[in-house]
């Protein structure tokens, strides 16, 4: 099993975050923003790819949060930029249908044409190295977590004891768990439901609590646990994000 891998997941399973997995993706998010601002961004080969591919609006607008290299990311749009211009610009223009007079008569060709554009430009603007590199390192990283639950001791008692997961970060492990023997899958899954089962239950509690401290009756009762029982809840259903927290900034 890879090292690079087992080294970040065991530090991610012992740190304080909510979800682990989370915590890991993250941050090799962080690392591959810092890739494309960094070094890379003047290396051709980067540069190629980037010029095809740009970046998603999410990774758009965490790159422009980073402020590392406004110079670079100026030099990749820029690139980028032109490289989209030439693809699409030209068609685009042409697609225009003409206008249907008494002699040429109606046709449906500038449909087919105008949905082929339209299809090439969402296409585009889909794609994303950050996302492509970052779905590959959490294959590896589930993967990774398996292996170690069924042959690390010490992390299955990590795993097993009382870390929560995220659901979007559940059903990823699900997945990696119907690709394990019964055995393994058996051991793996009671482990993973049974924390899930506990987070439910707490967070259903916890955001009742902080309903009922809006009764003028509760004012005085302490809010224990409760007080950001939102936000957790939030995580625990999609995922950590920055929105989500406690402070409310952004
Ligand atoms: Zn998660
Ligand atoms: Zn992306």
Redesign the pocket.
């Given at each position: 099993m890879e090292k690079i891998y087992m080294i970040p997941v065991n530090d991610a399973y012992q740190s304080s975050a909510a979800?682990?997995?989370?915590e890991l993706?993250q941050k090799a998010e962080q690392n591959y923003l810092e890739y494309y601002l960094g070094p890379s961004l003047m290396e051709p080969d980067t540069r190629k790819i980037t010029n095809k591919t740009g970046f998603c609006p999410e990774h758009m607008g965490k790159l422009n949060q980073s402020v590392t290299n406004r110079l670079g990311l100026g030099l990749m749009m820029h690139t980028h930029l032109k490289d989209f211009n030439e693809d699409i610009t030209k068609d685009l223009v042409n697609a225009a249908p003409g206008k249907a007079g008494l002699i040429k008569g109606r046709t449906t060709d500038y449909k087919a044409k105008l949905n082929s554009i339209a299809d090439r430009i969402d296409k585009r603007v889909s794609l994303c190295p950050i996302c492509d590199k970052l779905n590959d390192a959490m294959e590896h990283y589930i993967e990774v977590i398996c292996w170690m639950y069924a042959h690390d001791p010490a992390f299955k008692e990590k795993f097993t004891d009382g870390k929560c997961?995220?659901l979007?970060?559940t059903a990823l492990l699900l997945r990696q768990a119907a690709k394990l023997s019964q055995n393994e899958a058996a051991d793996f899954v009671t482990a993973l439901a049974s924390s899930t089962e506990a987070n439910f239950t707490s967070l259903i509690d916890d955001v009742e609590f902080f309903t009922l401290k809006f009764d003028y009756r509760n004012n005085d009762k302490p809010w224990g646990n409760s007080k950001n029982s939102i936000q957790r809840s939030m995580?625990f259903l999609s995922?950590?994000r920055r929105d989500f927290d406690e402070t409310g900034k952004r």
């Open positions: 979800c682990p997995i989370c993706k997961h995220c979007p970060h995580r995922s950590d």
